[in-house]
C-alpha cells in the first residue's frame, strides 16, 4: 500500500495523492548498490554528501532505501563513485516498480526537483504541513485499518518528505488552505494548537507561503476541488489532482492553463500573507 500526500489515500490505491513511496525491495536494493560503490572509493557519507550536492540525511535516506533518488543525484553519484553505468541501471528499475502508479513516481520525482510548488486544499492540511500528532489522527481513523507498523511507516516516509521545505530553500512553496480546515479541531484543540504553531513556524521561512481562504468568502476559484501545481527546473509546469481512491497527473498545457488561472485567482480570492497569519494566530489563541 502507499500513502498520498495527506494522509487520505486508501490501500491498494497506487501512489494515490502523489505522496511518500513505501519502503520497498527495488528502493533498498538502489540503496545498498550506492552505498557499496561510495565505500569502495572510501567515502562517508559526509565526504560523499556535497560532492553530489545533496544532504548528508538525504544521501542516508536514499542509502536506507527511503528516499526516490532524483535524477540528478543518480547522474552525479555515477559520476563520483564512477559506478560503470550501475547506478543508472539500478534506477531505470525503479520505473518498474511493481505498486507504485506511473504517474505517482513521475510526481514524486518532479517534486523533489521543483522550483514551485503550489498546493490548494479544502479537505485537510497538506502533508508537506502536517505535525506528527496530526498526521497520525489521520491515519487512526484511515479506512481500511491500518496497523501500529503501518502508522509508523506511514508518519517516517512523510516527516522524511518534509524535508523538502527545509532541504530546497530556493524553492518557492505555496499553499492556499480553507479555514475551516483548522476550525475542524481535528485531532482535539491541543493537537490543533500544534499544529498551528507548526505553521506560523514554517512561514517565517523565505521560501513558504501560506494563505488562508476566509469562511467569508463565499465563493472562489478553487470549489471544484484541492489541486496541486508545480513548475520545475526547466520551467515547465505539471499538475497533480486527488479524489477519494485515485489521483490524475496533469501535464497537458491548456488543461494546466486552467489550474494555473483559477489558482491565481484564488490568491486574490484569500486572505493576504500578513492576513493569514494573524487569523492564524488569533485562532491560535482562542483554542
Known sequence: MTTDGNGMGGAGVPGCGGGEPEVSDSLKTFGEVVKAFRKRAGLTQEQFAPRVQYSVPTVASIEQGRRFPPSDFVKRAEEVLDAFGALRGAARHLSRQPGLASWFRQWARLEEEAVSLYTYECRLVPGLLQTEAYARTLFVNRLPPLGDDQID?????????????????????SFILEEHLFLRLTGGGEVTRGLVDHVLALV??????????PLTQGAHAGLAGPMQLLETAENRWFAYNEGQRGGLFVSESKEISVLQMRYARMRSQALSLNDSVGLLRRMRGAL
Open 153 to 173: 511507516a506511514q508518519w517516517a516516509a512523510r516527516a522524511e518528505r518534509q524535508r523538502l521545505l527545509r532541504e530546497r530553500p530556493n524553492t518557492a512553496f
Open 204 to 213: 517565517e521561512q523565505r521560501n513558504v507561503e501560506v494563505q488562508v481562504m
